[in-house]
């Protein structure tokens, strides 16, 4: 299973949201850069960097971003606010491994399947839910369609993977939080990244039980120190199977 540890960036800053509210970041007075650096050291293959301005459509991180991407080792995975073929594009030729589509995969699904044809294992499909409910518009509009059949609607086109976020998760429900990722997972043939189930290292074993779980996204928790990332990674990693011994 891949951990990829989340940068979500608002003005510049590295901040943390609940349940998807941008108009309440908590701030963390740490440098993105410096930070992402940090997470790469630790042996993080893969960071996840969410755009909480463009998200908004108040402006972008975009020259940081790209800094990002530039210096900090590791693959990087580009969300938030991505709603046209150019951005899209420009993304990937300044040197994103995956750029995650969510609003515009629900309002032009045939622009989103055509991209994925053109860039195979590079565009990552993004159900963000509440209540049962798929959201759009940085998880402000509800979508017409229910999460199952929008991850069916995508069910022949070559993605890198579904990002699944539980919006609505109580971080005292971790069964809950499980039981939604579960039944979606089971209802897509592409792997899934988990995002906002992880507080503690022991979430990281729990989610290697969820069939066709690949990966989860840890932010806040990295950010509270309440998970160690080299720990997390090295619970993520696989174990080998036994071998019968032969005498």
Request: charged fraction near 25%; glycine fraction near 8%.
């Amino acid at each position: 299973m891949i951990i990829y540890p989340t940068l979500e960036l608002q003005n510049g800053r590295c901040v943390t949201l609940h349940r998807g509210r941008l108009e309440e970041p908590s701030v963390w007075h740490v440098d993105p850069v410096e930070t992402a650096r940090g997470f790469a050291e630790a042996g993080a293959e893969w960071l996840h960097i969410t755009d909480f301005d463009a998200v908004a459509g108040e402006g972008n991180n975009d020259e940081l971003i790209e800094e990002i991407i530039q210096t900090c080792g590791s693959s990087v995975q580009v969300a938030g606010g991505v709603r046209t073929r150019e951005q899209v594009e420009a993304w990937i030729e300044k040197g994103a491994g995956r750029v995650v589509l969510g609003t515009i995969a629900a309002r032009d699904p045939s622009l989103v399947k055509d991209m994925a044809m053109r860039h195979p294992d590079q565009i990552c499909l993004a159900a963000d839910v509440w209540q049962g409910q798929l959201m759009t518009d940085g998880w402000r509009q509800p979508a017409a369609i229910a999460p199952e059949d929008f991850l069916a609607s995508y069910a022949d086109v070559p993605l890198a993977s579904v990002l699944i976020t539980d919006i609505d998760s109580d971080i005292d429900q971790a069964d809950a939080q499980l039981g939604l990722l579960s039944q979606l997972a089971g209802s897509t043939r592409h792997q899934v990244i988990a995002a906002g189930t992880v507080r503690e290292v022991d979430d990281v074993a729990r989610l290697k039980y969820v069939p066709n779980i690949a990966g989860t996204l840890i932010g806040r928790a990295l950010f509270n120190k309440d998970v160690d990332l080299v720990a997390a990674l090295d619970v993520a990693k696989p174990v080998p199977e036994a071998k019968a011994e032969f005498i």
